[in-house]
């Protein structure tokens, strides 16, 4: 099977970009080509040019333009799509672009905190209000629900009561670390 080419979308710090960016590039299956950012601020650019990985900032606005996103994702030859604390809402025409070819991490095991508003920290808030005996990170397949796409993948760790939610941010972006590059090469090789 040929390489696959993926673009990440992030908004934030891109961490799980820089980590997917690194396990690719010794991967035979897939290599990150592009990353897209919302934010023209967001330190994921500063990773990307470290990293010497192109990068486009469409904002939030630009991505209902398809004709703004598609030849954009075209000209990188892009073939999977993983969105990485990207905020903004996925459009109609880019879920039907990428079928079985777009995913998410959320940083909790939905449907458990998912939905609007709840990202990065507010979802180990969340945890910590409620006082979960344990936590995990979730892969799923994008649709237009917010955070509410078939799950493909979720990766759990215990918490104890002293847990602070920094403690539970950090335990859960362990997962992400560990995990999330090689669950996304396993789809990568079923695509055939
Ligand atoms: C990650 O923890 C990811 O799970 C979360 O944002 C963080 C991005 O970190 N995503 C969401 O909350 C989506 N609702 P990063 O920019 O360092 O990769």
């Given at each position: 099977?040929?390489?696959?080419?993926?673009?990440?979308?992030?908004?934030?710090?891109?961490?799980?970009?820089?980590?997917?960016?690194?396990?690719?590039?010794?991967?035979?299956?897939?290599?990150?080509?592009?990353?897209?950012?919302?934010?023209?601020?967001?330190?994921?650019?500063?990773?990307?040019?470290?990293?010497?990985?192109?990068?486009?900032?469409?904002?939030?606005?630009?991505?209902?333009?398809?004709?703004?996103?598609?030849?954009?994702?075209?000209?990188?030859?892009?073939?999977?799509?993983?969105?990485?604390?990207?905020?903004?809402?996925?459009?109609?025409?880019?879920?039907?672009?990428?079928?079985?070819?777009?995913?998410?991490?959320?940083?909790?095991?939905?449907?458990?905190?998912?939905?609007?508003?709840?990202?990065?920290?507010?979802?180990?808030?969340?945890v910590?209000?409620a006082g979960e005996t344990e936590t995990?990170?979730?892969?799923?397949?994008?649709?237009?629900?917010?955070?509410?796409?078939?799950?493909?993948?979720?990766?759990?760790?215990a918490l104890s009561p002293?847990d602070?939610?920094?403690?539970?941010?950090?335990?859960?972006?362990?997962?992400?670390?560990?995990?999330?590059?090689?669950?996304?090469?396993?789809?990568?090789?079923?695509?055939?």
């Amino acid at each position: 099977m040929q390489s696959v080419n993926i673009a990440v979308f992030a908004s934030g710090s891109g961490s799980n970009f820089e980590n997917l960016a690194r396990y690719f590039s010794h991967s035979e299956k897939g290599r990150v080509v592009l990353l897209v950012c919302n934010k023209p601020d967001a330190y994921a650019l500063e990773r990307a040019c470290n990293l010497g990985i192109d990068s486009a900032v469409v904002t939030k606005a630009e991505l209902q333009q398809p004709e703004k996103v598609m030849p954009l994702l075209r000209r990188y030859g892009v073939g999977f799509v993983v969105l990485a604390g990207f905020l903004p809402l996925i459009p109609d025409y880019m879920i039907d672009a990428f079928p079985q070819r777009m995913v998410n991490i959320h940083p909790s095991l939905l449907p458990k905190y998912g939905g609007k508003g709840m990202w990065g920290h507010h979802v180990h808030e969340a945890v910590k209000a409620a006082g979960e005996t344990e936590t995990g990170m979730t892969v799923h397949w994008v649709t237009p629900q917010c955070d509410g796409g078939d799950i493909i993948a979720q990766r759990r760790v215990a918490l104890s009561p002293e847990d602070t939610v920094d403690d539970i941010a950090q335990k859960e972006h362990v997962l992400e670390m560990e995990h999330f590059p090689k669950i996304i090469e396993e789809l990568l090789d079923g695509l055939g």
